[in-house]
Each structure stands twice: as structure tokens, then as C-alpha cells.
């Protein structure tokens, strides 16, 4: 295991009660993380006229980059853990986290979109 997934077991050994925190928050907030990107944010990008293809890419960014903000307090202290075991800036492992995650999250909405509207 590397050392990323040993610092989220070591935290979700320790502190598992933000993880059900972020998920219960997920649940009651899904009309804002999901709703916004789809119903806001789409009808302004037609309006633009931008390709379907971009407008689609946008939105699924966008509603993975507002699914991962309630995973920010989990990061940044498992970015402090990595930080003091490599020695490295917090700030730079967070980000990098927090990378992972929108990429990881868009990913997964991808696939969705893509099983519920083209299959």
C-alpha cells in the first residue's frame, strides 16, 4: 500500500466521524452539488452556445469540483500526516489531494452520465 492510502487508513482509524460527516452532508446537500451544475449552470452555457460536448465536460467538472468540497477537512489533515512523513509543504500535498479527487470524481460522473443517458 503507498503511503497516500496508508495515511487515509491511519486518519479513518482515528477520526472516521468527519468521513460520516462529508457523507451525511452529500446526502442533504445533493440539490446544491448536483442540481446547480445541471439545472444553473448548463441552461447558462446553452445560452452561449457553446458545443454540447464542452457544455457536458463543463458541467460534470463543475459538479465533481462541488462534490470534493465537502472532502476538504479530511485532506488537508491527511495532507499533514504526508506532510510531516515526507517532510513536504501541506499546502502543495493537499492540492494534489485535491487533484486526485475532482479527477478521480469526474471520472465517476462520467461513466454515470454515460450509462444512464447513452446505454
Known sequence: MSIYGKAYVDFLKKDIMLLIIAIVLLFFSFGWWMGVP???????LWELNIPPFISIILVLLLISVLFTVFFI?????????????????????FSRLQLIFILSSFVIFSLIFIVIFLV
Open 38 to 44: 445541471v439545472f444553473v449552470v448548463s441552461v447558462f
Open 73 to 93: 477537512p479530511m485532506n488537508i489533515k491527511v495532507a499533514k500526516i504526508i506532510g510531516e512523513m515526507k517532510k513536504r509543504s501541506t499546502l502543495r500535498i
